[in-house]
């Protein structure tokens, strides 16, 4: 029997996760590699510039450096988790001012029509 690699995923103390365990398999014979699927990878959280520029902010919108000492991170994703996207904004405040901007052309037509009726 030839060894195969898995790796737990489920981050628990109890699990030690991210480790990577040698386990024996049949349908592997010595001479083959441990499949590249199953080896051990970890997931880069994102930085609070990355997420503020996803967000639309400018870098640095929530480093708001209390006492002259740089935000923790904790509390600059809680910032930005309680915060709407810009883009997402001012694409809905764009379109509210279309529809006003219609509603208001069609009232003026309305009344057009109202003044020449009478």
Same mark, same amino acid.
């Given at each position: 029997m030839a060894p195969a690699y898995t790796t737990k995923l489920h981050n628990t103390q109890s699990n030690q996760a991210g480790k990577v365990? /040698?386990?024996y398999s049949v349908s592997l014979d010595r001479s083959s590699p441990p499949p590249a699927l199953l080896t051990a990878m970890q997931v880069r959280r !994102? &930085?609070? /510039? /990355?997420?503020e520029a996803l967000q639309g902010f400018p870098r640095g919108y929530t480093d708001i450096k209390?006492?002259?000492?740089? &935000?923790a991170d904790g509390p600059r994703y809680?910032? !930005?988790?309680n915060s709407w996207a810009v883009?997402?904004?001012r694409w809905i405040g764009e379109r509210i001012e279309a529809v006003a901007h219609i509603q208001r052309a069609k009232e003026a037509i309305k009344n057009?029509?109202?003044m020449e009726v009478a």
């Amino acid at each position: 029997m030839a060894p195969a690699y898995t790796t737990k995923l489920h981050n628990t103390q109890s699990n030690q996760a991210g480790k990577v365990y /040698e386990e024996y398999s049949v349908s592997l014979d010595r001479s083959s590699p441990p499949p590249a699927l199953l080896t051990a990878m970890q997931v880069r959280r !994102l &930085t609070p /510039e /990355e997420c503020e520029a996803l967000q639309g902010f400018p870098r640095g919108y929530t480093d708001i450096k209390p006492k002259g000492k740089p &935000t923790a991170d904790g509390p600059r994703y809680k910032a !930005l988790g309680n915060s709407w996207a810009v883009p997402n904004v001012r694409w809905i405040g764009e379109r509210i001012e279309a529809v006003a901007h219609i509603q208001r052309a069609k009232e003026a037509i309305k009344n057009e029509a109202v003044m020449e009726v009478a």
